[in-house]
């Protein structure tokens, strides 16, 4: 039976498929090359508006700012997956109690905009007599909301694969928790990498939300860098740099996704003929096997 749920398209719409998506390109080049030229033409290119890169100490705080960016990505990415792993095995728990509280906990987060939650946690923990940091409520604000994301998507990943995985597991005498975590996330988080990624790519894009609780990453720095008045206030630059940082950042964690993608589906292609080669031993041996007890009947 077809998997293909849509009508494959003929030579004239796959002519006009092509023309659009060109159309779409032009219009998008248009666009980019008027914003370009608008920035030109009110100097925002000008020498003097770059001339901040040049300062030693500008650097250095740059710097500091990526790696203050890359250090919240880091602890949040991690404390997300975690989070997304336990919380979508509590999802298929064969117990309804532990099912009512990871869905009451999965949904409440999700249902929260993220800024909401770091700045609960930066401006609401302090009144409760809870010590925070910037950091702390950055962190905490990432790996909740996009923990609950990620174990969405974890349990979609677990409940595709085939029944088979399990019962076999089962079979051989595992438990539940233990089949969850080496049999079934393991492959599932293997299926769902691309869209892992792309999670983890919006989280490191969200890590920008931190100027706003004073946290100082790419954009609180670029804020205030482009505020200075002896720079020319050059907020449009450093808008730009610190753009073009997050897009090369983006770009490693998608080029990441791509190599390991590549390289799962190499691992499989030496997997496969190694158990084809065994099961036709396998079957010899039976075929074998079948011979000699119909001679010796």
């Known amino acids: 039976m077809s998997n293909v749920l849509f009508d494959v398209p003929g030579p004239k719409a796959r002519v006009r498929h092509r023309m659009l998506a060109v159309l779409g390109v032009l219009i998008i080049l248009a666009v980019l090359a008027f914003i370009v030229y608008r920035f030109y033409d009110s100097g925002q290119f000008a020498a003097k508006k770059w001339e901040w890169l040049q300062y030693k100490q500008v650097q250095e705080d740059l710097v500091s700012a ?3 960016t890359l250090e919240a990505f880091a602890l949040g990415a991690v404390l997300a997956l975690i989070f997304g792993s336990v919380f979508a095995a509590g999802r298929l728990s064969d117990h309804k109690w532990i099912r009512g509280i990871a869905v009451t906990i999965v949904e409440f987060f ?3 905009p993220l800024l909401v939650l770091m700045s609960v946690f930066y401006y609401g923990l302090p009144i409760i007599g809870v010590k925070t940091t910037p950091l702390i409520a950055v962190v905490l604000g990432l790996t909740l909301y996009n923990g609950s994301v990620l ?3 974890f349990r979609a990943g677990v409940q595709a694969l085939p029944k088979g995985q399990s019962e076999a597991a089962y079979a051989l005498g595992m438990r539940k928790t233990r089949v969850m975590f080496s049999v079934l996330l393991p492959q599932a988080i293997r299926s769902m990498l691309p869209t892992i990624i792309s ?3 919006v989280l490191l894009k969200d890590t920008a939300l931190g100027f706003l609780i004073t946290y100082q990453e790419l954009l609180y720095y ?3 860098i482009g505020s200075q008045g002896e720079f020319g206030r050059p907020i449009v630059p450093t808008t730009i ?3 073009a940082i997050y897009i090369i950042m983006c770009l490693l964690l998608t080029a990441l996704a791509t190599y390991l993608e590549k390289r799962n589906r190499r691992s499989k292609k030496h997997i496969e003929p190694t158990n084809n080669k065994a099961n036709q031993i ?4 039976a075929a074998g096997g079948g011979a000699v007890a119909g001679g010796s009947v």
């Open 66 to 68: 990526i790696v203050a």
């Open 241 to 243: 740099l610190v753009a």
């Open 110 to 112: 999700r249902a929260i």
């Open 222 to 224: 670029a804020r205030f």
């Open 199 to 201: 999670q983890l790519v």
């Open 282 to 285: 396998m079957l010899g041996n």
């Open 151 to 153: 174990a969405e998507i």
